[in-house]
């Protein structure tokens, strides 16, 4: 599974779609070599049946998982968001304390640099850079330094210690995405589940053995591709398909080119 999601989608695509593809469609052709047709169509009446009912409970399976991933996915990139914004905003309510804030623009700017060049690939392995987690606990001991000196300094001190929390809990948040959605047991019903609905229509007999061959190739593309898609997203910082820093380097290269002209 890892390493298919370590290299490219073009790459993963041949050996989860193309490959599977073309063994599925060979099972129907390996069966009739020692199942006679008229053995085969005895049972397609009764296996019509069953095989509509398997595949709609397979269906439903796999459009929850699918769901569900891209649904994470997309958390993954407004939590990333969510953190570049707070970012923004503390550089802006870091000039209302006076002379702290020059330091706390400092500290805010070394947490985003930690988190672009650290987090990311520490969320490629599944674990978090223990320098970003310090850049971060550094942020918070300059704005605990801060002393509000009026009721304006005190709303603002606690603004930013409001917006200071929610980049902690984006950063979390990331960071618990970052190991995946789909648990080992869901994976194993779902490749169980796509060899069951594939392998039953090895079983059905129909005079035109060509036709059953691209209709099962057929069913086997439209799986493996919804498979394909949940393994590319399951994980949504890492692999091809991935949300990257690029809310967090706005927010850098905004702040210095404010720092710039002024």
Same mark, same amino acid.
């Given at each position: 599974?890892?390493?298919?999601?370590?290299?490219?989608?073009?790459?993963?695509?041949?050996?989860?779609?193309?490959?599977?593809?073309?063994?599925?469609?060979?099972?129907?052709?390996?069966?009739? =070599?020692?199942?006679?047709?008229?053995?085969?169509?005895?049972?397609?009446?009764?296996?019509?049946?069953?095989?509509?009912?398997?595949?709609?409970?397979?269906?439903?399976?796999?459009?929850?998982?699918?769901?569900?991933?891209?649904?994470?996915?997309?958390?993954? %990139?407004?939590?990333?968001? *969510?953190?570049?914004?707070?970012?923004?905003?503390?550089?802006?309510?870091?000039?209302?304390?006076?002379?702290?804030?020059?330091?706390? *623009?400092?500290?805010?700017?070394?947490?985003?640099?930690?988190?672009?060049?650290?987090?990311?690939?520490?969320? %490629?392995?599944?674990?978090?850079?223990?320098?970003?987690?310090?850049?971060?606990?550094e942020v918070y001991a300059t704005v605990l330094t801060v002393r509000a000196?009026?009721?304006?300094?005190?709303?603002?001190?606690? %603004?930013?210690?409001?917006?200071?929390?929610?980049?902690?809990?984006? =950063?979390?948040?990331?960071?618990?995405?970052?190991?995946?959605?789909?648990?080992?047991?869901?994976?194993?019903?779902?490749?169980?589940?796509?060899?069951?609905?594939?392998?039953?229509?090895?079983?059905?007999?129909? %005079?035109?053995?060509?036709? *059953?061959?691209?209709?099962?190739?057929?069913?086997?593309?439209?799986?493996?591709?919804?498979?394909?898609?949940?393994?590319?997203?399951?994980?949504?910082?890492?692999?091809?398909?991935?949300?990257?820093?690029?809310?967090?380097?706005?927010?850098?290269?905004?702040?210095?080119?404010?720092?710039?002209? =002024?």
């Amino acid at each position: 599974m890892q390493f298919l999601i370590n290299h490219s989608l073009w790459l993963s695509a041949i050996l989860l779609v193309g490959l599977t593809t073309l063994v599925s469609m060979s099972g129907p052709i390996i069966v009739r =070599r020692y199942v006679s047709l008229e053995r085969l169509s005895t049972n397609n009446e009764v296996a019509g049946f069953k095989f509509a009912t398997l595949g709609v409970l397979y269906a439903v399976l796999l459009a929850f998982a699918v769901i569900v991933v891209w649904e994470r996915f997309n958390d993954a %990139e407004k939590y990333v968001a *969510q953190e570049a914004g707070a970012a923004a905003t503390l550089y802006r309510l870091s000039k209302g304390i006076g002379e702290p804030g020059a330091a706390l *623009q400092n500290k805010v700017t070394e947490y985003l640099e930690a988190a672009i060049d650290k987090d990311w690939p520490a969320m %490629e392995r599944r674990r978090p850079s223990p320098e970003v987690t310090h850049a971060l606990n550094e942020v918070y001991a300059t704005v605990l330094t801060v002393r509000a000196g009026d009721g304006r300094e005190t709303a603002i001190l606690s %603004e930013i210690l409001h917006q200071l929390d929610l980049v902690t809990e984006s =950063r979390r948040a990331r960071l618990v995405m970052a190991t995946g959605v789909v648990p080992g047991l869901v994976w194993l019903v779902l490749f169980g589940g796509a060899a069951l609905t594939i392998g039953f229509t090895f079983f059905f007999g129909t %005079e035109n053995l060509r036709a *059953q061959t691209m209709m099962t190739g057929a069913l086997s593309v439209l799986i493996f591709s919804a498979l394909l898609t949940i393994l590319a997203i399951d994980h949504p910082f890492s692999g091809t398909v991935k949300v990257g820093p690029d809310a967090l380097a706005a927010v850098l290269l905004e702040d210095l080119s404010g720092s710039s002209r =002024r």
